[in-house]
Nanobody
Framework: VQLQASGGGLVQAGGSLRLSCAAS????????IAWFRQAPGKEREFVAT????????DYADSVKGRFTITRDNAKNAAYLQMNSLKPEDTAVYYC?????????????????WGQGTEVTVSS
């Protein structure tokens, strides 16, 4: 599966953005999808993940209650709705996919990656 992330941009603190992850391939529905982010000078960190059917999700503590991950298997797409954005959310955001069925929290466990989309939150 090939992934392409989009939707990043510049937003003021407290604002919202919706990131999209478009996928190619007929097996998208059988992949766990996740979002990671990487700020300048920092390691890539887990943000959120969602199961095949979208019924199970997991989030980093830093984004719980503010971010929501969803997917639309009919459209081969996943989304990350980001509300109440903070300057510390500034990073390049990546979507990733894994062929297994467990929700995974570590970047090294994911098989496929899209290019990043940059999110900048100004104070």
């Amino acid at each position: 599966v090939q992934l392409q992330a989009s939707g990043g941009g510049l937003v003021q603190a407290g604002g919202s953005l919706r990131l999209s992850c478009a996928a190619s391939g007929r097996t998208f529905s059988k992949h766990v999808i996740a979002w990671f982010r990487q700020a300048p000078g920092k390691e890539r960190e887990f943000v959120a993940t969602i199961s095949w059917g979208g019924t199970s999700t997991d989030y980093a503590d830093s984004v719980k209650g503010r971010f929501t991950i969803t997917r639309d298997n009919a459209k081969n797409a996943a989304y990350l709705q980001m509300n109440s954005l903070k300057p510390e959310d500034t990073a390049v955001y990546y979507c990733a996919a894994d062929r297994g069925f467990r929700l995974l929290l570590h970047a090294s466990e994911y098989d496929y990656w899209g290019q990043g989309t940059e999110v900048t939150v100004s104070s």
